[in-house]
């Protein structure tokens, strides 16, 4: 691949990391909202704010971490019981395994290259972000593993190695999807490159919507469950993608005949 086609598959990579944050994150707002909630989401959870009060409390709950540590959650009422508690914690996890496999079905049979590379541009991307996110394991206290498995009694590690698995799995399916071993080796240290440039820059962007939300700043209204930056933001990644999509293709995932 020349410069030029390696920067149009790193540009990929990095709308699709985005994509795979928002993917997990939907997934829990979807549960939320189910549970009529009504959250305000940011980039990376429920806006929420601790060892401070936000200047309105309307529209905020408090609530108390594990540490014992106060703050607030951006929610009209924070989730009760066991259940609650773990189906709020599992949206995420399951809205990236579901959103994995989907991306792999369509890298495999779709009959279109734009959408066979955005399939496996899908599958890479979630699962590097979530790989990375297993492979801290031993080190990571609280996640939603953990709130999983406080919810129903349970250890936290079989939940760790089962997903931490299943995407060291669909990634290996994902990279097969790519024919010459020169690209797999691309889009593999790209995906790699994106997750974690993705990962801080959206941790950062979400630091500071936290705080401009706690001071009552109206431009981080809610709209549909989202802060209204986290839903531009969106709008415009998937513009984004659209423009990629207009771009001359590659070989990468052409197949035979």
Request: charged share 15%; net charge positive; proline share 5%.
């Amino acid at each position: 691949m020349t410069p030029l086609r390696a920067g149009r598959v790193f540009a990929l990579m990095l709308l699709l990391t985005i994509a795979a944050q928002y993917l997990h994150e939907a997934g829990h707002w979807f549960v939320y909202q189910a549970l009529g909630r009504q959250p305000v989401w940011g980039f990376i959870g429920v806006v929420q704010v601790w060892g401070e009060t936000p200047v309105d409390v309307a529209g905020w709950t408090p609530v108390v971490s594990r540490s014992g540590e106060s703050g607030w959650l951006r929610v009209s009422s924070d989730v009760s019981g066991p259940v609650e508690g773990a189906l709020a914690a599992a949206g995420g996890p399951l809205a990236s395994v579901f959103g994995a496999l989907i991306g792999w079905v369509v890298g495999r049979w779709s009959q279109t290259e734009t959408r066979r590379a955005m399939g496996v541009g899908l599958v890479l991307t979630t699962a590097v972000a979530m790989g990375l996110y297993y492979a801290r394991s031993p080190w990571r206290t609280g996640g939603d593993e953990q709130d999983i498995a406080d919810a129903l009694g349970i250890a936290r590690w079989p939940l760790d190695a089962g997903l931490g698995g299943y995407f060291a799995v669909i990634f290996g399916m994902g990279l097969r999807e790519l024919k010459p071993r020169r690209a797999r080796a691309l889009w593999a240290a790209l995906a790699l490159v994106s997750g974690p440039l993705i990962g801080i820059t959206l941790a950062v962007a979400d630091g500071v919507l936290r705080q401009a939300t706690a001071r009552g700043d109206p431009l981080t209204v809610g709209i549909l469950g989202y802060s209204l930056p986290v839903a531009l933001v969106g709008v415009v990644g998937v513009g984004l993608l659209w423009v990629w999509s207009q771009w001359p293709l590659w070989s990468a995932t052409q197949r035979p005949g």
